[in-house]
């Protein structure tokens, strides 16, 4: 099993500024794909940012310019850093992570897990 630990998410005023982080652990041997989706209420999840192996990013055209996604492969961690937050940013943000696990031995399998989110909200 993969488990994904999320935290920064809270309340902020509209034009300020979150940093989220989240942090994979278990018998992982590579990750992949690193990302962010966002769910406000009565509406569907979405993506928000995602980074690849090679560092290639792309966003959700609402956040483009204000959001900036990052990773540490050495230590397994995605961050979204969230400037000039917006009232229609608030949503409950998850990080999605995928990649190959051990299982025993070199044997592999694929993994793909979501963090527990982490309440965003912006006044307005």
């Known amino acids: 099993q993969v488990q994904l630990v999320e935290s920064g998410g809270g309340l902020v005023q509209a034009g300020g500024s979150l940093r989220l982080s989240c942090t994979a652990s278990?018998?992982?041997?590579?990750?992949?794909?690193m990302g962010w989706y966002r769910q406000a209420p009565g509406k569907q999840r979405e993506l928000v940012a995602r980074?690849?192996?090679?560092?290639?990013?792309n966003y959700a055209d609402s956040v483009k310019g204000r959001f900036t996604i990052s990773r540490e492969n050495a230590k397994n961690t995605v961050n979204l850093q969230m400037n000039s937050l917006k009232p229609e940013d608030t949503a409950v943000y998850y990080c999605?992570?995928?990649?190959?696990?051990?299982?025993?031995?070199?044997?592999?399998?694929?993994?793909?897990?979501w963090g527990q989110g982490t309440q965003v909200t912006v006044s307005s």
């Open positions: 999605n992570i995928a990649g190959d696990r051990f299982l025993f031995g070199n044997l592999r399998a694929e993994f793909d897990s």
């Open positions: 980074i690849g192996t090679g560092g290639s990013t």
């Open positions: 278990g018998r992982i041997a590579s990750i992949n794909i």
